[in-house]
């Protein structure tokens, strides 16, 4: 057994910034696991103070490109609860399908180029081979495909979307492509419950106790509900923060927490884990062998999750669309006052909580954003010291290969990078 080394890991690739790992082993024990959040310093809570709040969900949707249309929506969730603004029946039907949308291409990207070809023994998709493995890059591009032009027929575009308002819809999509837009889901159904049933073979195990967290309501949407954990207890979504503590980690720019003192996980293992049952009545239906697994502590299993979560936004958006009738609605009234409220949604990467305070011209005097990656750096710190402790003896390549892999079973930001560890032995 390898007794002792260091692991450096510098300037890990990501959506946004930068991370670095550190471990120590002596003795055959892992004694140190610092995982540095190192994100370049953008300064958005103190950037939006001083801003008009009605328009603010434009500039925190540029906190992170891909889940621009989360930050967005969370916000706009906020500025509504701020000044009891209830958005339509027919705005929420759009506001879910934006989200579907976005789970679709986001998961998409994130299984099928990132997490699969370790699934298929590759170092990139670029190094599929054979006519199998190809077709399965041209599956994977339908599916994705599916969700961009969903946002984009919805929501304007895909990333940065520009329909989205506080309480309204500035415009509506163009019923007349519905039937374009139904058909392209049901082509891209087919390939997404092939590859739930790739997920769902990986041998890939990795099983750590923790505590789950999600929002939880009726329909499995991505908006709205409880705050609930994997301890039966369920809260309003606005005394979340009540239940946080901010955990400083001084080797990192990015804050951890944990709920009631301990550490948790957000994302799609815990949605599926304490929501599975309100899943579409299609997708419990295609993928009951699947569901089985759940619920489950294996961390791989987070990629199975956003698997079977990529059917049912498929199916939520064909249901919802067979109906589909947009209707020209009134503006909403929006009464600004001094006021303070909280968004919470859920984001591919788990629960995101904004939190805003105002006054009575609407500006921002003072903000708090809880991002779902720094909400389970605890947890993935923890996740590795047991991982490398149980692959000492397996030596430096495999320790390398499990790191990267667990790393990316989370999907946190950094898993764009696909290979992206670089360890020093001494």
Request: aromatic share 8%; net charge negative; with cysteine.
């Amino acid at each position: 057994m390898v007794r002792g080394f260091d692991i450096f890991i510098e300037n890990l690739s990501k959506i946004e910034g930068h991370t670095d790992l550190d471990v120590k082993v002596r003795d055959g024990k892992v004694q140190e696991v610092k995982l540095k959040i190192s994100e370049n310093k953008r300064f958005y809570t103190q950037g939006v103070r001083g801003k008009n709040c009605m328009s603010i969900h434009q500039l925190v949707s540029r906190i992170c490109g891909t889940c621009s249309i989360a930050h967005m929506t969370a916000c706009v969730d906020c500025v509504e609860h701020m000044f009891d603004v209830v958005p339509s029946d027919q705005t929420k039907l759009l506001r879910n399908l934006t989200m579907d949308g976005l789970m679709i291409r986001d998961h998409a990207l994130h299984l099928y180029f990132f997490a699969l070809p370790d699934l298929l023994g590759k170092d990139s998709v670029l190094d599929f081979e054979g006519k199998a493995q190809q077709e399965l890059i041209k599956k994977a591009f339908v599916v994705k495909s599916a969700g961009n032009e969903l946002d984009k027929w919805i929501a304007g575009r895909s990333v940065h979307a520009t329909y989205p308002q506080v309480g309204y819809y500035s415009t509506l999509p163009d019923k007349a492509k519905a039937g374009e837009m139904v058909r392209q889901l049901k082509a891209a159904r087919q390939n997404a419950l092939e590859f739930v049933d790739i997920f769902h073979k990986c041998q890939f195990n990795f099983s750590h106790k923790t505590q789950f967290i999600a929002l939880v309501n009726p329909g499995y949407n991505f908006i709205g509900g409880e705050i609930c954990t994997s301890n039966s207890t369920c809260i309003p979504e606005e005394n979340f923060w009540d239940h946080l503590h901010r955990v400083v980690i001084p080797y990192s720019q990015a804050t951890g927490f944990e709920f009631e003192g301990r550490d948790y996980m957000v994302g799609a293992l815990a949605r599926m884990n304490l929501n599975r049952e309100n899943l579409m009545p299609e997708t419990r239906r295609d993928a009951a062998e699947y569901l089985n697994a759940f619920p489950s502590e294996n961390i791989f299993h987070n990629n199975l999750a956003q698997a079977i979560e990529i059917l049912h936004c498929i199916d939520h958006a064909i249901a919802s669309l067979e109906s589909f009738d947009p209707k020209p609605e009134p503006k909403p009234e929006v009464k600004v006052k001094a006021a303070s409220g909280v968004g919470v949604i859920e984001a591919p990467r788990g629960t995101l909580y904004y939190k805003m305070k105002v006054d009575g011209a609407g500006k921002i005097l003072d903000a708090d954003l809880v991002i779902p990656t720094a909400q389970n750096q605890v947890n993935m710190e923890d996740d590795i010291k047991l991982l490398v402790e149980q692959n000492l003896d397996k030596g430096k390549d495999a320790v390398q290969y499990e790191i990267e892999k667990l790393i990316r079973a989370y999907d946190p930001c950094m898993s764009c990078a696909t290979h992206f560890l670089r360890i020093n032995w001494l």
